[in-house]
Each structure stands twice: as structure tokens, then as C-alpha cells.
């Protein structure tokens, strides 16, 4: 059986003075009716499924277009690896230091049925909103199965 694959970047910027070297990470908090009425782990690392005929990180800076609706920032791009979600999806994530305005996002969007069997379908946003966050806020917000990225780029940048 083929598992699906996504791949998404998580983007970081520096803070701090060189005495405290502070970092914030940008999280998207998740789109449509399932998690309006969630803030502690409703928010998302910018990523999406790709197809085999694409690379991850193509894919990855893709998705991020799709997701935030501006272009990806340049590299470099430091892998974070992978992770396997229970569901089997093997998810693939790549930091790139980057400052971003969240006002001037303008999410893609995708439709579903809503409510669940009125055979109305509705268009919702991908992402309703992003935001920085420092790293013990980010643990709040950030869904669980992501987490390994945060803990991840915050090792490589002590070293």
C-alpha cells in the first residue's frame, strides 16, 4: 500500500540580541468549520501532498504558495526530516530563516460538504491566519504529530 506524502518549510527568524539569540517560528492556524473553535493544537507547519513526479521540497515550496499565498523565501533550506503520522502519511519539512507579514497573506482555499450531509459544499481557507510564535508558545499551538520539526530546527540552531 502507498502512503501519502507531504512536505511543507517552517519558516524561523531571529529575535534576539547575540547575547540572547531568540527565534520565532511562523505557524498557520487550520482552515474551515473542524477548527474555527480551536487554538491549542489547531495551528500547522505550512505543508501539503505531493504526487511522485514531484520532490519534496518542490512540493514543499509549492504548498507554502498554496498555504500562505505568497512566494517561498530562498534558501538555504535545512532539512528537518521526517516524520510518520499513525496514519501512515510520511510528512518531510525543511527550515528556512525568513521574516514574513502575516497581514499580507492571501491563503488558497479548498471546499468540502458543510454541515456534514446537507449537500451544500462550502469554500474555506487552507490557513485562516499565521502568526510568529516563540518556541514555548509554539508547543501550545502547534498540533502534535508536528512537533518533532519544532524540538528538530531548535537543536541545529544551538549548534
Known amino acids: 500500500m502507498t502512503h501519502k506524502r507531504s512536505a511543507g518549510l517552517l519558516l524561523f527568524r531571529r529575535t534576539g540580541e ?17 477548527w474555527s473553535g480551536r487554538d491549542a493544537g489547531g495551528w500547522a507547519i505550512p505543508k ?35 516524520v510518520r503520522l ?18 499580507l497573506m492571501a491563503p488558497g482555499t479548498f471546499t ?6 446537507s449537500g451544500t459544499v462550502q469554500e474555506f481557507p487552507e490557513l485562516d491566519r499565521v502568526a510568529w ?13 508536528q512537533m518533532p520539526f519544532l524540538d528538530r530546527l531548535l537543536e541545529m540552531l544551538k549548534s
Not at 516563540?134 to 501550545?140: G, Q
Open 18 to 34: 547575540d547575547s540572547d539569540p531568540g527565534v520565532e517560528v511562523l505557524l498557520g492556524h487550520m482552515g474551515g468549520p473542524l
Open 133 to 145: 510564535f516563540a518556541p514555548p508558545t509554539a508547543r501550545e499551538k502547534l498540533i502534535p504529530s
Open 112 to 117: 468540502m460538504e458543510w454541515p456534514p450531509h
Open 48 to 82: 501539503g501532498e505531493y504526487e511522485p513526479d514531484e520532490t519534496p521540497r518542490d512540493a514543499a515550496r509549492r504548498e507554502f504558495t498554496e498555504e500562505i499565498g505568497l512566494p517561498p523565501p530562498e534558501g538555504p533550506y535545512l532539512p528537518l526530516g521526517e
Open 86 to 103: 499513525t496514519s501512515g502519511k510520511l510528512v518531510t519539512i525543511w527550515a528556512v530563516e525568513a521574516d514574513l507579514d502575516p497581514a
